[in-house]
Nanobody, 119 residues
Framework: VQLQAFGGGLVQPGGSLRLSCEAS????????MGWYRQGPGNQREFVAA???????NYGDSVKGRFTISRDNAKNVVYLQMNSLKPEDTAAYLC??????????????WGQGTQVTVSS
């Protein structure tokens, strides 16, 4: 499974961005999809995730500002980011989980898209 993220860029504080991530390759049934982020010198931080059934989970720092959604038919996950803050600046990494032929969950990661929040 390959993950390609789109939508990053430069935005002013208080602005909005929408990220998308498309999965391709050998796709049987992707379970969870989500986003992590990593700023310079920082550890990877959980941002949001959505199950195949649509249940969502968010990191504390983005609750109320970010919304995750997905299109199962297209194998795409979206992240709507509102009220952006400078501390949201990071590389946003797409993540997906799919079970292999033995039923073992396997993690897949995209290369990430840079989000910079600055005036």
């Amino acid at each position: 499974v390959q993950l390609q993220a789109f939508g990053g860029g430069l935005v002013q504080p208080g602005g909005s961005l929408r990220l998308s991530c498309e999965a391709s390759g050998i796709i049987i049934r992707i379970n969870d999809m989500g986003w992590y982020r990593q700023g310079p010198g920082n550890q990877r931080e959980f941002v949001a995730a959505v199950t195949r059934g649509g249940n969502t989970n968010y990191g504390d720092s983005v609750k109320g500002r970010f919304t995750i959604s997905r299109d199962n038919a297209k194998n795409v996950v979206y992240l709507q980011m509102n009220s952006l803050k400078p501390e949201d600046t990071a590389a946003y990494l797409c993540h997906a989980v799919q079970k292999n032929m033995w039923g073992t969950p396997v993690d897949y990661w995209g290369q990430g898209t840079q989000v910079t929040v600055s005036s």
